[in-house]
């Protein structure tokens, strides 16, 4: 482990807070981040909320909590090597999902198209309303009021049209500059956590067999290594290994490439980060493809398989109706929420009522919106 670098986010220099605040007296300002986002309660509703499998299919599989963590894990673990900060790197990770819906990109894409009049819907740029406005917890401000290090983290992509919205933080997308290391390395680990435990899910469900798997570069040479040394290893336990030297692999390759490129840019600071012409953080020419390979299978064998397929369309059955009868009727929901629609509606007409209706949809988990989809389906049926 080595200390801060000089090219990493460092508190003194931070941008600072929307509202101001008096430091923390026993903690850092991202420590402060990281936990108000575990206090949250977006973040406890991760726990039931869809990864590639819907919450009551098991309760061996991912949820959007515990890919966080893994993201966090990961995260941190080149954060340190690379002498980032790994606090606003988990702070930035743990928060990186807070805007998704249930039932995983299904449910994202349902709602998207119900709010295509209205704007869109974008899970990034939702995460940022959670942690901006959505959350209720402090007597002083809306929201969580994070630093803006920790914002400009959680905002991985944005249009054009919705980053002229965001002032400060929005000026990346409008100037194509980017955001600090800890910003692209949390977004490097989301992929190297979702490609390796849908690998591991997958297998787990059935829905992926190892033959199949072994064509994959990244998988099939770890598995020779593992059954070359390991001769009877069977079962959860070789898939497991497996899978930790894909990880490791991916890990050490991010750690190994963004070394050199940031050697050979030798940024003095997270502004010289900001305007580099070339990403820092990123695989090399050897496992970038490998990693790529294995994210187009997941993607035809995997997510494209008729299994997820089936319950994915029943998901966006079950968001689009709730979309519909929630924005008839603004009274179906909680009496907070109805109020704040009928007050959107009166600032910004349909589009206003029709995003209270996404804040609320958004929130919900698998569980939360398959029962609120019941409970409309019988009120119909009286
Ligand atoms: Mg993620």
Request: proline fraction near 2%.
């Amino acid at each position: 482990m080595q200390g801060l670098a000089a090219y990493a986010a460092h508190e003194a220099t931070s941008r600072g807070r929307r509202y101001r605040e008096a430091p923390p007296a026993y903690r850092g300002e991202f420590q402060r981040d990281r936990d108000r986002v575990i206090h949250s309660s977006a973040f406890r509703r991760l726990v039931y909320k869809t990864q590639v499998f819907v919450n009551h299919e098991g309760d061996l599989y991912r949820t959007r909590l515990t890919h966080s963590l893994e993201v966090a894990q990961i995260a941190r673990t080149i954060a340190q090597a690379l002498g980032l900060n790994e606090t606003l790197v988990e702070a930035i990770s743990l928060a990186h999902d807070l805007g998704h819906t249930a039932f995983g990109h299904a449910g994202q894409d349902a709602l998207n198209q119900c709010m295509k009049d209205y704007g869109g819907f974008e899970h990034n740029l939702q995460s940022l309303r959670v942690v901006d406005e959505l959350e209720e917890k402090y007597a002083d401000f809306p929201g969580l009021n994070l630093t803006f290090e920790s914002r400009e983290g959680i905002l991985k992509h944005c249009s054009v049209k919705n980053a002229r919205q965001l002032g400060e933080l929005g000026e990346r997308f409008v100037h194509r500059t980017r955001p600090g290391l800890e910003a692209q390395l949390s977004n490097l680990a989301d992929e190297i956590a979702y490609n390796n435990h849908d690998v591991d899910d997958g297998l787990r469900a059935g829905l992926l067999q190892m033959d199949d798997l072994r064509t994959v570069r990244l998988f099939g040479e770890q598995h020779e290594a593992v059954t070359r040394r390991y001769r009877d290893l069977k079962g959860r336990r070789l898939v497991h290994e497996i899978v930790r030297r894909m990880i490791d692999c991916v890990v050490t390759d991010v750690i190994v490439s963004s070394g050199e490129r940031i050697a050979s840019v030798e940024p003095k600071d997270i502004d010289a980060v900001r305007l580099s012409p070339v990403a820092l953080m990123g695989m090399g020419d050897v496992v970038e493809p490998q990693h790529l390979e294995l994210k187009k299978f997941l993607n035809q064998k995997l997510y494209q398989h008729s299994r997820v397929q089936t319950m994915m369309a029943k998901a966006r059955d079950i968001i689009a109706t709730l979309f519909d009868a929630f924005f008839d009727d603004v009274g179906l929901m909680p009496s907070e929420f109805a109020k704040t629609a009928r007050l959107m509606r009166g600032e910004a007409g349909d589009a206003g009522q029709a995003r209270v209706v996404a804040d609320y949809i958004a929130g919900m988990t698998d569980r939360y919106a398959i029962s609120e989809h019941e409970r409309l389906e019988e009120k119909r049926r009286v």
